[in-house]
């Protein structure tokens, strides 16, 4: 049995019976989960990189620090897998984490595929996010914006400052999302909520209290997709969702297997894009509002919010850490790895890796530079294209509409690893 399932528990008890150096590894993770940690986790990734590109970790796993290791291992998907349900089976017997109801219901979603399942559901979606549907998107998504904004400004005149989280960030991705998908704009709060209490399902180290709250979420979450498919099939459409039951009509002839792949399809994209856009929504403005001569400087050179955003992309990313396990035993970073052992991918420090970004740590919106955000190879982000259409409506939208947008108080993150939620943001317009 993998011994990462066997040392597998919370950062905190962890600590317990290791050496001084293992102990303050121990440590230095949960200083990651502080309000400090949250709010600059940059030199504690710089801590964790001088120890190596490849750091064994007290419950057994390998944390990856240095881009180029993080590259290889989501570049190749043949060697490195995600931990599916069928690793799940062979390593997974006593471990809490991985019998929790929550992440067995996450297991069967697509970012928790290998191929070839993996494979046929990702072509069963088309090419979801292309060109065209982004150009179909965008007269909603920045119709959105302005109502969004209108709502920001009323707020900031009579109060003098706005909370841009629940305003702004949160609203646009389920906004776009519903509208896409055909999702009852009444629905829109309940899914947001059924989110927030699922995410810490898929952190780095997630406790048990965690655990039993994500349960309620995948619950809900579960509950209200059967019965959002059942209802496709009472009354089909052109939204994609409808379009994706004939696909699998198709191509799968139990018609209970092919309405749980759709279950999970439709369950998957809203996992993946709500909670994770918002972040990079409320970040982006945390970043470069606070600097009166930047947000200055993008207004007059609007060409250049693209390239902004990437670099708030880059700097900080929704998601800081992802997690493979090997597919065989291999070598990694020059550290041997055995089968079904796990990684845990850096991505927060990979991003700020010095051999790859001159002076990493500077927040630079000139800086035009490649990131692993989205990842790399099969797991590559199937929303990203969204995400950007978002991204820049959002920033594009802002900049001519608030000349004096800044930001009041510290912003307030959630104390997470992997998955960041920025949770409060008080802005100003002065």
């Known amino acids: 049995m993998s011994t990462c399932i066997q040392k597998e528990h919370s950062v905190e008890s962890a600590v317990a019976g290791i050496s001084a150096d293992r102990r303050s590894l121990v440590s230095l993770i949960a200083r990651l989960r502080s309000p400090s940690g949250q709010a600059n986790p940059f030199p504690l990734y710089h801590e964790l990189r001088e120890r190596g590109d490849v750091v064994r970790a007290p419950w057994g796993a390998h944390l990856l620090t240095g881009y180029e290791v993080c590259e290889q291992v989501h570049r190749n998907g043949r ?14 017997a006593g471990s809490f984490r991985w019998n929790a109801p929550s992440v067995q219901g996450l297991v069967k979603t697509l970012a928790w595929l290998n191929a070839p399942e993996h494979t046929r559901q990702r072509r069963s979606l088309g090419n979801v996010f292309g060109r065209g549907a ?11 914006v302005e109502r969004l904004l209108d709502t920001l400004a009323e707020r900031l005149r009579e109060e003098g400052e706005a909370d841009f989280v629940p305003l702004v960030s949160e609203e646009l991705p389920v906004a776009t999302l519903g509208h896409w998908m055909g999702i009852p704009a009444g629905d829109h709060a309940l899914l947001r909520e059924l989110m927030h209490a699922l995410e810490p399902a898929q952190e780095l180290l997630p406790t048990k209290s965690e655990l039993e709250s994500a349960a309620v979420g995948m619950t809900g979450l579960r509950d209200y997709f059967t019965a959002f498919v059942r209802d496709r099939r009472r009354h089909p459409g052109d939204d994609p969702v409808s379009r994706w039951m004939r696909t699998w009509d198709e191509i799968e002839p139990d018609r209970e297997a092919a309405d749980e792949n759709l279950y999970n399809l439709a369950m998957f994209l ?57 597919a065989e035993p291999t ?46 190879g099969p797991h590559y982000c199937l929303g990203a294209a969204l995400g950007r259409l978002q991204t ?20 307030v993150f959630a104390p997470r690893v992997a998955f960041r939620r920025l949770m409060e943001l008080k802005v100003v317009h002065e």
């Not at 060697?79 to 997974?92: C, F, I, K, M, Q």
Request: hydrophobic share 40%; glycine share 6%; net charge neutral.
């Open 79 to 92: 060697t490195w897998l995600v931990p599916d349900a069928a690793w799940r089976a062979r390593n997974g």
């Open 331 to 376: 070598v990694i970073g020059g550290v041997p790895v055995e089968k079904d052992e796990m990684v845990h991918v850096l991505l927060g420090s990979a991003n700020h890796d010095p051999r790859r970004y001159p002076d990493p740590d500077t927040f630079d919106i000139h800086r035009k530079a490649s990131h692993l955000s989205f990842g790399v």
């Open 270 to 326: 809203t996992i993946a894009s709500l909670e994770t856009s918002s972040t990079t929504l409320s970040v982006m403005v945390s970043l470069l509002a606070r600097d009166r001569d930047r947000w200055q400087w993008l207004r007059a050179h609007p060409a250049h919010v693209p390239d902004a955003v990437e670099e708030v992309l880059r700097y900080d990313p929704a998601i800081h850490v992802s997690t493979r396990v090997a």
């Open 134 to 144: 982004i150009d179909a998107l965008r007269p909603f998504v920045e119709a959105t």
């Open 392 to 411: 820049t409506s959002l920033l594009t939208g802002l900049l001519r509409r608030f000349p004096r947008l800044g930001v009041g108080a510290e912003p």
